[in-house]
């Protein structure tokens, strides 16, 4: 027990299988992440990056990122995208987790790997241990640089630096020396209780390869089986099915992506365009005729305003010259 | 039948199909079997690696880079009356024309950043070292091709940010002693920057770089070939020859892996923060305060010390620190001749590394804390 233990340290046990296993999991990952992205269920503000690391370490963090936002009041995303791609992530860590729990058990720890549930046993040991360490990790962490930078703030104030710059320090300098202060710290803590971290996780591995018998072979006898544990049994149906995969997401990627950009600029927004009403040919005819009779009534009535208007206009000339006539003859 | 004079590849009755006479016509005349052997039966000491795939990524970041840019040369018009409203016809008006300039926009980063990974991996191996010393000068040449494509490239949508950024850069070479005043006006195609500036940087970015590009990749791969790979620094010749790949299908297919991540990153890129232009260009740069892409924060940075103030300082900070930093890369075969490849029993260039790497972290992020001093 004690040789076991002393053949490789928990920290590399840890780091050795959550780094490669992060890294095969993540391209699968990332396909979901872009599908959720091009159909508006998520939005990365400012945090892209650390939603990223969120992603890539999601073995860790698939239940530590919500306690982390519902203990902080912090957001990596908006939308319902990203529980889903968190969800999805699952099932793609526990895959991964196995197969390279399996190929590191027999090459790094020379132990057989159990046949069936390695990648679950490792899976559901890192989660525990990312929910329970990850938002002290944060809380800590984010202490410690809230901290370091007042501190960093009242260095840079130091009389003593008034005596090499008669302003005082420069703002180039003052910016650099307060994020190297404040940086160093931050970075010196976030590195140990990473290491903490990944040391506990791999303890709980350890402890699960124990269990495990030695593997007989020789080394080139290791390394052959090792090697064939990572390739799949059949390869052509593998690639053909990788290949089919890629054309099913080239299409839909394109059939949802949207045509026009979702971030218009001020200056060349489209106005809103309103669908036009159909047009109904019959109907705009009996409107064109029932106008067109009715302006030809009005036409006819003006006529015959008019006609009548003459006829008096007639008449009233008639009594007038009558008129002027009598009141000539009147002395 | 006697079974030793028998050929045991032919298969009596095998009438070949007309697939596999048109390849029999075309190997007989071409050798492609046996171009196809040397391609791709290519051993690799140690076995495939993901360090190794940075190499075929750029590969594929340029190819994707050509194809989004020929689209975007459909509609790009390189005139300093057009050049910022055709860049807002591709945004706003062409079909995806968005997506495309973005996916160009940030795979420029991304080749960048690609540079510097494969750059740290060869360092790193000690894949520098005889007898790749040629290799590493062509891959230097490349890295400097990179750099001046995304130099030429951020110019061309002739906003504020493009016209005072490449303003700002090519000050800078102003001031290399005897050449500096040449240079400037040879990019700025007189004495003061327009019409002429974004022609050559439109010719250098479109015609003159990719050429270059091309001709120094297949030196590079050739180079490669010729020296074959180097293999892992440390472990038994026994651990060595027992773990050696061949290049197909093992390491073919982890850069195909690595070339399809690098591919949805830059699709997920694209989506979160798409292109937005600033205002077009104009001689007075009003409240903008020009500054340069990402990747070269760090320098822009480094220059606002008051270490490099005054005109000895800039002639130091602006000339003479890269230059004997570049001359320092190109001299590096030449002078490290012990054969060591064991990163971590060569301390001297582990420290430098991490060196380098920390200060130019520390001093991007300076430089985008120091934006809030400026606005």
Redesign the interface.
């Known amino acids: 027990m004690a040789e076991e233990r002393d053949s490789m340290s928990p920290t590399k046990i840890g780091f050795g299988i959550l780094w490669s296993a992060c ?1 095969t999991g ?2 699968i990952k ?2 979901f ?2 599908m959720a ?2 159909l508006g269920l998520v939005h ?1 503000e400012g945090r ?1 990056g650390l939603a990223f690391l969120m992603l890539l370490a999601s073995p860790v963090t698939v239940f530590a990122a919500p306690a982390i936002m519902a203990i902080y009041d912090t957001h990596f995303g908006e939308g319902i995208g990203l529980p889903l791609i968190f969800g999805a992530s699952i099932p793609i860590d526990i895959w991964a987790l196995g197969l390279v729990g399996r190929t590191f058990f027999l090459e790094r720890l020379k132990k057989e790997p159990p046949h069936d549930g390695l990648g679950f046993a490792i899976w559901w040991r890192t989660a525990l241990i990312g929910t329970l360490i990850m938002p002290i990790l944060w809380g800590i962490v984010s202490k410690v640089t809230e901290t370091a930078i007042s501190a960093s703030h009242s260095l840079a104030d130091m009389e003593a630096l008034r005596h090499i ?1 008669d302003t005082g320090l ?4 003052r ?2 020396l307060e ?2 202060v404040w ?1 160093s710290i931050s970075s010196a803590v976030l590195f140990i209780l990473s290491v903490i971290g990944v040391s506990i996780l791999g303890q709980a591995i350890r402890r699960i390869a124990e269990d495990c018998r030695q593997a007989p072979e020789n ?2 006898g290791l ?1 052959t089986r090792w ?1 064939l544990m990572r390739v799949p049994n059949d ?1 052509g149906l593998l690639l053909a099915s990788l290949a089919g995969a ?1 054309v099913v997401f080239s299409l839909v ?2 059939t949802i ?1 949207p ?7 001020e ?2 927004a ?1 106005p809103e365009v309103q669908a036009e009403p159909v047009y109904k040919p019959v109907d705009a005819l009996n409107k064109n005729t029932q106008r067109l009779a009715a302006v030809a009534a009005q036409v006819e009535a003006m006529e015959k305003q008019k006609s009548e208007t003459k006829g008096q206009k007639e008449k009233g000339k008639g009594k007038p010259a009558g008129a002027a006539s009598s009141d000539n003859s009147k002395p | 039948m006697d079974i030793k004079h028998s050929s045991p590849a032919v298969i009596p009755d095998h009438q070949p199909s007309t697939s596999e006479k048109v390849l029999a016509f075309l190997d007989e005349r071409l050798g492609l079997k046996e171009m196809q052997a040397k391609m791709l039966n290519e051993p690799i000491p140690g076995g495939s690696r ?1 360090a190794y795939v940075f190499g075929s990524i750029l590969l594929f970041i340029f190819a994707m880079q050509a194809v989004t840019g020929t689209m975007l040369m459909f509609y790009y018009v390189p005139t300093a009356d057009h050049a910022y409203d055709s860049t ?1 016809y591709i ?2 008006d062409v ?5 495309l300039l973005s996916y160009h926009f940030w795979g420029s980063s991304a080749m960048v950043v690609c540079v510097f990974a494969h750059m740290s991996q060869v360092f790193l191996w000690g894949a520098y070292k005889k007898p790749r010393e040629l290799l590493w000068l062509v891959g230097l040449a490349l890295f400097g091709i990179v750099i001046t494509f995304g130099f030429t490239g951020y110019l061309l949508p002739w906003d504020q940010r493009a016209f005072w950024a490449t303003l700002v850069g090519v000050e800078i070479l102003d001031k290399t002693p005897i050449v500096g005043d040449f240079i400037a006006r040879f990019l700025k195609g007189g004495a003061s920057p327009g019409q002429m500036t974004l022609s050559r940087f439109f010719v250098l970015h479109v015609m003159i770089l990719p050429a270059a590009l091309m001709a120094l990749a297949g030196l590079h791969i050739f180079l490669f070939r010729v020296a074959a790979p180097a293999g892992p620094f440390k472990g038994t010749t ?2 060595i020859k ?2 050696t790949d061949y290049f197909f ?1 093992r390491q073919i297919w982890k850069d195909i ?1 690595g070339m ?2 690098v591919f ?2 830059l ?3 694209a ?4 292109v ?2 600033l205002d077009k260009a104009t001689p007075d740069p009003g409240e903008y305060h020009p500054e340069p892409e990402w990747y070269f924060l760090f320098y822009f ?1 480094l220059l ?3 270490l490099f103030a005054g005109q000895f300082g800039q002639f130091m900070g602006a000339v003479a620190l890269p230059v004997i930093f570049m001359g320092l890369l190109v001299a590096l075969p030449f002078f490290d001749k012990d054969p060591e490849r064991n990163i971590f029993k060569r301390p001297i260039a582990l420290i430098s590394w991490i060196v380098i790497m920390v200060v130019i972290a ?2 991007t ?2 430089a985008v ?2 934006r809030e ?1 400026l606005d």
């Open positions: 890294w993540i391209p990332a396909v992440a872009v992205m091009t990365f892209f710059y420069p703002v180039a300098e910016i650099g994020l190297t940086g080394y080139q390394v090697d390869q890629g990627f394109w992506l045509v026009t950009t979702p971030h218009p600029h200056c060349c489209k | 993901w807002q945004i706003h079909d995806y024309g968005w997506f026994e651990e027992a773990k299908p892996v399809a991540f949805v990153g699709c997920a890129l989506l979160w923060e798409p937005v232009l940075q606002r010390l008051k520390l001093f992020v300076a804390i120091n001093f």
